[in-house]
């Protein structure tokens, strides 16, 4: 990695406060002591949560002006959230103003018809540009839909392809431009004077794209660079290099043990042990549970110049344990069984209602036929009376003999 290359990743991501120190390469390249990395994709897809954008009326429906609530507090509810209820507005930064499905750029993945397209202009408070870098978040919807913060004795993984556009069409600044993250639970050992014990918290692991471009760098081409976060005490990491616009395929995955180990590769293809970049504790956290992931749409918020367009396809949410996925997909069917039981209970209980109904009507019917007949019947009858009693009065009377 070259000087100049390294002061640039360090100045820009410290000016959008995101790191205290970047580490070498060569740090980088060596993962803290545990297990072997899991492969991000290995397993099975939890088919409830993710999206891959193919069905042709999805939209988002977005709320504007967004949620400023890391800055200002405010929220700006109902939030943003798509016609598949599987991606949805952040409520602490809010959502990018354009937010659409787009047919899918060259070089994708195979069969895809559609990808998700977003892009920000206003990533701090709407209508008052901060004029430093801000950003808009897009959460998957993967714990609310569960039901529950997957732990990651679970051995859970997360997996998006990306793509890059072409450099002349960035926001042209250097700095980061989009993010790819995790939310999760963990914890880690705290030391007092007289005891010591354990903190636990939420942290947010995961990769930022960094945009450097040759005005700034001095280097006759523009690039960009991955920005892992984070190592040990929250420093964020130096990544691969990226010199050409096109698709990459992202990966964070979570072990048992821990910990986060991240993965990127350019094209579509399945990731491999080839490709994992790092692993870590990040801000000394060793993770417990796997809440979501999310996309970061950074700019420079000025409320003129537009950020990067970035466009995603099929974020997936993976469990590498076979047995927690048996589990789960015991107590989806489980859960399935007792909801179509329900259902059939409740359908039998509007069939047997809509028919007792019928039947009464029904018996209210027959009864008021039989009043009317009845009626009928009893004015026949006066008719016949009354008639008769008319001929014999209308009949001459003999005299007595």
């Not at 069905?55 to 890391?70: G, I, M, Q, R, V």
């Amino acid at each position: 990695m070259d000087l100049v290359f390294f002061r640039l990743m360090f100045k820009s991501a410290k000016r959008l406060g995101i790191t205290a120190a970047i580490l070498s390469s060569a740090a980088l390249m060596t993962p803290s002591a545990s297990a072997a990395p899991l492969v991000p994709g290995t397993g099975h897809r939890i088919a409830e949560v993710g999206d891959d954008f193919e069905d042709p009326k999805w939209h988002f429906e977005t709320y504007l002006p967004k949620s400023s609530a890391n800055i200002d507090h405010q929220q700006r509810l109902p939030a943003g959230i798509a016609s598949s209820n599987r991606v949805y507005e952040s409520t602490y930064r809010g959502t990018p103003e354009i937010v659409k499905r787009i047919t899918p750029p060259a070089g994708g993945v195979p069969g895809s018809t559609g990808a998700l397209l977003m892009r920000s202009l206003q990533t701090g408070i709407p209508g008052f540009p901060s004029r430093e870098m801000q950003q808009d978040d897009m959460m998957l919807n993967v714990s609310f839909i569960l039901g529950y913060e997957i732990p990651v004795s679970w051995s859970p993984s997360a997996v998006v392809h990306v793509y890059v556009p072409p450099f002349h069409e960035w926001e042209q600044r250097t700095g980061s431009s989009f993010g790819f993250r995790a939310d999760v639970r963990g914890s880690k050992p705290t030391h007092g004077f007289l005891r010591s014990g354990r903190e636990e918290d939420n942290y947010w692991p995961g990769m930022f794209i960094q945009f450097l471009s040759k005005a700034s760098t001095g280097q006759k081409e523009d690039r960009a660079a991955f920005i892992i976060r984070g190592g040990p005490v929250g420093q964020d990491v130096a990544g691969p290099t990226i010199t050409e616009p096109g698709w990459w395929t992202l990966g964070m995955s979570f072990t048992p043990d821990g910990m986060v180990h991240y993965y990127a590769s350019p094209g579509v293809d399945a990731l491999t042990q080839k490709d994992h970049i790092c692993s870590y504790y990040p801000y000394g956290f060793r993770a417990e549970r796997f809440a979501t992931i999310f996309f970061n749409v950074v700019n420079a918020d000025t409320g003129r110049t537009w950020s990067t367009r970035w466009i995603i396809d099929d974020p997936m949410i993976y469990l590498g344990n076979s047995r927690a996925y048996q589990q789960i997909a015991r107590a989806r069917a489980a859960q399935l069984a007792a909801q179509q039981a329900a259902i059939k209970a409740q359908q039998e209980a509007q069939q047997a209602a809509i028919k007792a109904q019928q039947e009464a009507q029904q018996a209210a019917i027959a009864a008021q036929q039989a009043a009317i007949k009845a009626q009928q019947d009893a004015q026949a009858a006066a008719i016949r009376a009354a008639q008769q009693a008319q001929q014999q009065a209308a009949q001459p009377t003999q005299p007595p003999r």
